[in-house]
């Protein structure tokens, strides 16, 4: 079973960044992916970044390509997303998720097996 714990949501305006991370309690091995989701209120979930553990292969969403920034850090099982030039189509409540048998799926929830509770990013004017 793995436990994801999400941090570092909070308030910020139109233009700043946030750091949103992720620790991974109770998985193994080297395999698997790690992505990051976000859902707006009346919206779906979406799919913000991914990151392969071994390789560190990461993806983005084209929303937020060349202003967000997803890593890890295989030691500490952590996954970071560094958030830059926020908008304000980027309030939403934010999502860790794991993949940990990761076959080549990152796009869609149904790829993930485990999730975070959530933490809420706001950007104001």
């Known amino acids: 079973q793995v436990r994801l714990v999400e941090s570092g949501g909070g308030l910020v305006q139109a233009g700043g960044s946030l750091k949103l991370s992720c620790a991974a309690s109770?998985?193994?091995?080297?395999?698997?992916?790690m992505g990051w989701f976000r859902q707006a209120p009346g919206k779906d979930r979406e799919f913000v970044a991914a990151?392969?553990?071994?390789?560190?292969?990461?993806f983005y969403a084209d929303a937020v390509t060349g202003r967000f920034t997803i890593s890890r850090d295989n030691a500490k099982n952590t996954v970071d997303l560094q958030m830059n030039s926020l908008k304000l189509e980027d309030t939403a409540v934010y999502y860790c998720?794991?993949?940990?048998?990761?076959?080549?799926?990152?796009?869609?929830?149904?790829?993930?097996?485990?999730w975070g509770q959530g933490t809420q990013v706001t950007v104001t004017v």
């Open positions: 109770g998985r193994s091995g080297s395999s698997g992916a």
């Open positions: 990151i392969t553990w071994s390789a560190g292969t990461t």
């Open positions: 998720a794991s993949d940990p048998n990761y076959s080549g799926g990152l796009y869609w929830p149904t790829d993930y097996e485990y």
